[in-house]
């Protein structure tokens, strides 16, 4: 069968899901995943014949995309500021708010030389990123999810950056990171009510433990973030959230509960209150 016949078919069986754009898109990543093809072989020889093993590959996408399997976990990669990352389902695929949250802690802080950590690392994509845009710097990153870490692992290997990976419960005072001056935070933070609205491909993919907050408790681990930060965090350190637009007010409360100053919001590029930043 030939590209052309491929690509139809995915426009025709992913129609309702998505947009003919969306699922051009996807087939082109496809193909420079599975078999390394430029974007412009599709337009370019539409009736190239693909091998039966090849048809077998697209035919497993398809179906992984039509029971809304994420594109990232399928392919298992994503693009995080301008690092590729290994991501699959033990791992939350880094979001775009993400690189604003880094890209706010670059416009604040230079090159010289800190120690920063990063809780709840999942990929590693903020520590990774920090590293990779501020190479003098000290990055420690934590997470519970031995399987998570394994992965950030696996990326900062790849990339060459050196980053102290630790297993670690942000629930336990117990986490050997040494004095830092900086601390970012993306926890998990959507509440269980939440839920109901939420779309399949996230739902059912991504990992419970990187997206939920404790029952009732939808800033429990921001709470955790600051007893560790009044440990762990250098005196006019600062601590960077991202954060759950619906739990701001009660945030800021906490931020000044905790005896940290000068918290800011800023919004994320949808215009939602989204990061957080204060100092001790
Ligand atoms: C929202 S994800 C963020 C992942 C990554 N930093 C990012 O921005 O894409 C939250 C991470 O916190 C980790 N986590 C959940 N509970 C934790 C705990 N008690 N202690 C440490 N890490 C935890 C999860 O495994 C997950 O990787």
Redesign the pocket.
């Known amino acids: 069968m030939t590209l052309l016949y491929w690509h139809q078919l995915f426009q025709e069986h992913l129609q309702t899901k998505h947009s003919k754009s969306a699922i051009t898109t996807f087939f082109k990543h496809l193909l420079a995943a599975f078999f390394h093809w430029e974007p412009t072989v599709l337009g370019l020889y539409p009736e190239r014949e693909l091998s039966p093993s090849q048809g077998k590959q697209l035919q497993k996408a398809l179906e992984d995309l039509k029971k809304d399997k994420p594109l990232q976990y399928i392919i298992g990669h994503t693009e995080f500021m301008d690092l590729t990352l290994r991501v699959n389902p033990d ?2 695929i ?2 775009p708010e ?1 690189e604003e949250l880094v890209g706010w802690i670059m416009e604040d802080h230079g090159s010289s030389a800190l120690t920063a950590a ?6 590693g ?2 520590a990774l990123a920090l590293k990779r845009y501020r190479p003098h710097w000290e990055l420690h990153a ?4 031995k399987a ?1 870490l394994a992965i950030a692992e696996e990326n900062a290997k790849a990339l060459s950056l050196a980053v102290h990976f630790h297993k ?4 336990s005072s117990a986490i050997a990171l040494p004095n830092c001056k900086l601390i970012v935070s ?4 959507v509440s269980f009510s939440e839920k109901i609205d939420m779309q399949s491909n996230v739902l059912d993919y991504e ?1 419970h ?3 939920f907050a404790p029952e009732q408790k939808p800033l429990y ?1 921001y709470e955790q973030v600051f007893k560790l930060a009044l440990k762990k965090l250098s005196k006019g350190g600062a601590i960077y959230f ?1 954060i759950n637009p619906l739990f701001c007010d009660d945030l800021m409360e906490m931020v000044v509960s905790f005896g940290f100053k000068n918290p800011t919001i800023r919004q994320d590029l949808f215009g939602k209150n989204r990061m957080l930043r204060c100092q001790l």
């Open positions: 791992t939350l880094p979001r993400t990063d809780l709840g690392t999942g990929s994509c903020i934590v997470d519970i999810s998570a670690g419960d942000l629930r993306n926890p998990p933070y990992p433990l990187a997206l681990f991202e």
